[in-house]
């Protein structure tokens, strides 16, 4: 059966300056699946993950070119409402950058952001996103302390739950466990999994083995390249490429 | 290169496998000298070889564990140590099937005057033999073209099996066989299954190959 196809990118490039660090990037990215990307340190996963909801726009000198069609539009179309896209698509980050504010306003937010100032309207929207983000039992109770008593975990699900809050449509994370200890990391993956049925969600991950476990598929990224985006099970099992085989195998280099 | 103490564990588990399998290939070897020449001091030998195939199958299988727990393999190497492990479990039950056929030609009174094929029974000694062989270098040389053959040489030994095993139940029916050759009848029966089943392994080990070298799952039998 075919995927529902969420984000299609044709033929990306990037440019800061004169180097340049995505080259002729092409794939599709499923719908309600997690997408895993790996690869070495610089190879352009992040810039690539970046580039899905134009952050990359905040860097002097970068030049892109190719198309991320989203919904039937091109995301790099120069008339985008990159305010409104980064609403749909969301990101998190490896560091958990919670606003120095309590538990309950890092949530509110970004729906107030948006307009909407309504305090029952405000209340429901909390509590469903830190719901969703598996968060509420543990501060349900102590929404207006402040989100940096959280600890590192916690504080990355309050992160989940404030990009929740504005009702994305995909959500990308840029190494979201890193600074996380090992049970910490599988509530997180835990998450990811609930989370992949009402979303599509795309994972830049050093850890092959995270990969392994959370996403549907992988792409594997080299100096700029794409080079293999296969279903999961047939890239550790089975990768097509040499590149692909020495870099899961850590033989690389 | 990198990985230099994970990238030897891996070579020890393969030569340990093929150890193994030129442990089931000395016993294939004694049982069919033992069965050509009636050396039942031979046969003995092959019943207490299989001690040694069953300590290679519990050290190779915790070598796999141990590679799987602590190195998290991928790709060709996860391939490797998934064909090890199911490969040993052929060796192992090769080492059982030799010990079973030695367990028989004991118990048998030699010679039995019938008239069924020595040949046709030399030819299914041979090609088992052979293909033992092959399995074993199938997986020390990745050789995946002489994997391919073994289901066409499978069903020549199976058609040798069947053959023996009617020519020998023919001489019961037809009252040919003495009386009191009856059971030693029984007996080359079960060593001619045995012989057969020893082939349906070797068949096993060369999907097992195929597997391990190309990624794909194929069932030769």
């Known amino acids: 059966m075919d995927k529902k196809i969420k984000i299609s990118v044709k033929d990306l490039n990037l440019y800061f300056g004169s180097f340049q660090a995505l080259k002729h990037i092409t794939m599709d990215i499923p719908e309600h699946e997690v997408t895993a990307l790996i690869g070495p340190s610089g190879c352009g996963k992040s810039t690539f993950v970046k580039t899905l909801n134009r952050m990359n726009d905040l860097v002097d000198g970068v030049k892109i070119t190719g198309e991320v069609n989203y919904n039937g539009i091109n995301l790099l179309d120069r008339n985008t409402d990159v305010v409104a896209l980064r609403k749909e698509i969301g990101m998190v980050f490896q560091k958990p950058n919670p606003f120095p504010k309590s538990i309950y306003d890092n949530i509110a937010y970004g729906p107030r952001v948006h307009g909407i100032h309504d305090k029952k309207r405000l209340d429901e929207i909390v509590e469903r996103s830190l719901k969703h983000a598996a968060l509420w039992d543990e501060v349900s109770d102590r929404l207006h302390e402040s989100a940096l008593r959280l600890s590192g975990g916690q504080q990355q699900r309050l992160c989940i739950a404030r990009l929740l809050a504005v009702g994305p449509d995909v959500l990308l994370m840029d190494e979201p466990c890193s600074a996380l200890d090992p049970i910490a990391t599988a509530k997180i993956e835990d998450l990811i999994w609930e989370l992949k049925q009402e979303y599509t969600i795309i994972i830049v991950t050093h850890n092959m083995q995270q990969a392994a476990r959370v996403s ?6 080299l100096l700029g390249e794409m080079i293999e985006f296969s279903p999961t099970v047939d890239l550790f099992e089975r990768p097509k490429d040499s590149r692909t085989e020495d870099y899961v195998t850590g033989k690389f280099g | 290169m990198v990985r230099i103490k994970y990238v030897k564990k891996l070579e020890d588990l393969q030569e340990n496998v093929i150890k193994m399998g030129n442990s089931a290939m000395r016993s294939i070897d004694d049982i069919t000298k033992a069965l050509k020449t009636n050396d039942s001091t031979l046969a003995k030998k092959v019943i207490t070889n299989d001690d040694e195939i069953d300590k290679l199958d519990k050290l190779i299988e915790s070598q796999c564990m141990s590679l799987l727990a602590l190195e ?30 030695a367990e028989e030609m004991l118990v048998m009174d030699r010679p039995i005057r019938v008239a069924v094929s020595e040949e046709m029974f030399d030819e299914m000694l041979r090609n088992v033999r052979s293909m033992v062989a092959d399995s074993i270098k199938t997986y020390a040389q990745g050789d995946v073209e002489k994997a391919r053959t073994f289901k066409s040489r499978d069903d020549d030994i199976d058609s040798l099996y069947k053959q023996l095993v009617n020519d020998f139940l023919n001489t019961v029916a037809d009252g040919s066989c003495p009386p009191e050759s009856v059971r030693d009848i029984a007996s080359i029966i079960f060593i001619i299954r045995y012989l057969e089943r020893i082939a349906d392994h070797a068949v096993n080990i060369g999907c097992r190959v195929i597997y391990m070298v190309e990624g794909e799952r194929r069932y030769l039998r």
């Not at chain 2, 060709?76 to 056929?101: C, F, P, W, Y």
Request: hydrophobic share 45%; charged share 20%; proline share 3%.
């Open chain 2, 72 to 101: 998290q393999p991928m790709a060709g190497d996860l391939r490797v140590i998934a064909t090890s492990l199911k490969m040993i479990t052929d060796l192992e039950r090769i080492g059982d099937n030799a010990q079973d056929i």
């Open chain 1, 216 to 221: 549907q598929s992988t792409a594997f990224f």
